[in-house]
């Protein structure tokens, strides 16, 4: 079974930068359209960025202008570049895959930001 990988969560202070990867366990599985997701403790889950085959990108207001959301052209692989991190950005962010009408979700990756 073909599962969603992340990396690169961590503690970093505020202002500073991470950049999280997401990846298909099978590097032959694509999707056709992935995005990120985070849930900090006592919220419900939240879209971050979303983007799509065809290179459709879409951003929550609150990290518009902060976050970057890339692909592979493969559409195996996505990166969230986050820049100017802020403490309200702490939580477990998930990366998410859909393949046709089944959608897969990684384990989670934990980014906080505290000084």
């Known amino acids: 079974q073909v599962q969603l990988v992340e990396s690169g969560g961590g503690l970093v202070q505020p202002g500073e930068s991470l950049r999280l990867s997401c990846a298909a366990s099978?590097?032959?599985?694509?999707?056709?359209?992935m995005a990120w997701y985070r849930q900090a403790p006592g919220k419900q889950r939240e879209l971050v960025a979303s983007?799509?085959?065809?290179?459709?990108?879409n951003y929550a207001d609150s990290v518009n202008g902060r976050f970057t959301i890339s692909r592979n052209k493969a559409m195996t692989t996505t990166t969230l570049q986050m820049n100017s991190l802020k403490p309200e950005d702490t939580a477990v962010y998930f990366c998410?895959?859909?393949?046709?009408?089944?959608?897969?979700w990684g384990q989670g990756t934990q980014v906080t930001v505290s000084s």
């Open positions: 998410r895959g859909i393949r046709g009408s089944i959608e897969y």
């Open positions: 099978a590097s032959i599985f694509s999707f056709t359209a």
């Open positions: 983007i799509s085959g065809g290179g459709t990108l």
